[in-house]
T-cell receptor, first 112, second 112 residues
Framework: EDQVTQSPEALRLQEGESSSLNCSYTVSGLRGLFWYRQDPGKGPEFLFTLYSAGEEKEKERLKATLTKKESFLHITAPKPEDSATYLCAVRASGGGADGLTFGKGTHLIIQP | DARVTQTPRHKVTEMGQEVTMRCQPILGHNTVFWYRQTMMQGLELLAYFRNRAPLDDSGMPKDRFSAEMPDATLATLKIQPSEPRDSAVYFC??????????FGSGTRLTVV
């Protein structure tokens, strides 16, 4: 069974204080690791997809990296508007499945 | 920006009543998902369609839930009869393997 574990569950940072969120996964054949951002009362918003170990992607203050067992979402000099829940998800091989298995998220708060 | 549209946004119903949630996926997206989100379980995949054909509904309680896609512009999720444990936010998402999936804003269901 595919599993995704995110840590920490919650993180409070000062504005400008860089940090990283972790997503560790167990999957039979990774066909993509996804990062989403979710604001209260809204649906998850797509950020990145990573496909192979060593791959990195960036968007503004966010950078996602991938190894064979985990992914990190690095947040550099965050601002209050980066406060959200960040979700990690995997898509596995087998049976042509397209569904994503999600972690429970990291609730990030950036204080001014 | 293209959006996934879900209706209704909120639904309060009594136990035993039928509930129907609707989703208009983004035009041209060939894959449509239904997810359920709760505090305890996070996001769980209920069912998904590709080119309107149901591919996987193993996440749904078969005796009370049903998902259909009568045409390319409409996906429905029906619960009959509803139970208090069905209270959750139900998300529809559409997209493609290559470009990730776009989520709607969800239907918040409360069964009393």
């Amino acid at each position: 069974e595919d599993q995704v574990t995110q840590s920490p569950e919650a993180l409070r940072l000062q504005e400008g204080e860089s940090s990283s969120l972790n997503c560790s996964y167990t999957v039979s054949g990774l066909r993509g690791l996804f990062w989403y951002r979710q604001d209260p009362g809204k649906g998850p918003e797509f950020l990145f997809t990573l496909y192979s170990a060593g791959e990195e992607k960036e968007k503004e203050r966010l950078k996602a990296t991938l190894t064979k067992k985990e992914s990190f979402l690095h947040i550099t000099a965050p601002k209050p508007e980066d406060s959200a829940t960040y979700l990690c998800a995997v898509r596995a091989s087998g049976g042509g499945a397209d569904g994503l298995t999600f972690g429970k998220g990291t609730h990030l708060i950036i204080q001014p | 920006d293209a959006r996934v549209t879900q209706t209704p946004r909120h639904k309060v119903t009594e136990m035993g009543q039928e509930v129907t949630m609707r989703c208009q996926p983004i035009l041209g997206h060939n894959t449509v998902f239904w997810y359920r989100q709760t505090m305890m379980q996070g996001l769980e995949l209920l069912a998904y369609f590709r080119n309107r054909a149901p591919l996987d509904d193993s996440g749904m309680p078969k005796d009370r839930f049903s998902a259909e896609m009568p045409d390319a512009t409409l996906a429905t999720l029906k619960i009959q009869p509803s139970e208090p444990r069905d209270s959750a936010v139900y998300f529809c998402a559409s997209g493609s393997r290559e470009y990730g999936y776009t989520f709607g804003s969800g239907t918040r269901l409360t069964v009393v």
